[in-house]
């Protein structure tokens, strides 16, 4: 099992930067991967971002089209950690954002019944 806690989120306003922190603790050495979900009030749970590697310390990171040049997912080098850097928010990026980890289908990112482990959510807002 692998547990994580989100960190980080609160009010921010549009135009402005935001980081959240996700920490995982378990059965660490089983995450091969790590991503960022969220979800609006009155709508599905869509993909944000996420990294995995591979032996050898090598990367692939993928992002939504909406977050792409704004957002930026890194881990730690332990793997035990990742971030999300926001910038330029705004108002859209309003939501409750869940991490991710243990990625079954690493051709599936970009799906949550993919991943395995999920946290309890942290909540975004930005004001107009």
């Known amino acids: 099992q692998v547990q994580l806690v989100e960190s980080g989120g609160g009010l921010v306003q549009a135009g402005g930067s935001l980081r959240l922190s996700c920490a995982a603790s378990?059965?660490?050495?089983?995450?091969?991967?790590m991503g960022w979900f969220r979800q609006a009030p009155g709508k599905e749970r869509e993909f944000v971002a996420a990294?995995?590697?591979?032996?050898?310390?090598?990367?692939?990171?993928d992002y939504a089209d909406s977050v792409k040049g704004r957002f930026t997912v890194y881990r730690t080098s332990s793997g035990s950690a990742v971030y999300l850097q926001m910038k330029t928010m705004s108002p859209e990026d309003t939501a409750v954002y869940y991490c991710?980890?243990?990625?079954?289908?690493?051709?599936?990112?970009?799906?949550?019944?993919?991943?395995?482990?999920w946290g309890q959510g942290t909540q975004v807002t930005v004001s107009s």
């Open positions: 991710a980890s243990n990625l079954r289908d690493v051709d599936s990112m970009k799906d949550m019944k993919s991943w395995d482990y």
């Open positions: 990294t995995r590697w591979s032996r050898g310390n090598s990367y692939y990171g």
């Open positions: 378990g059965r660490t050495l089983t995450i091969n991967a």
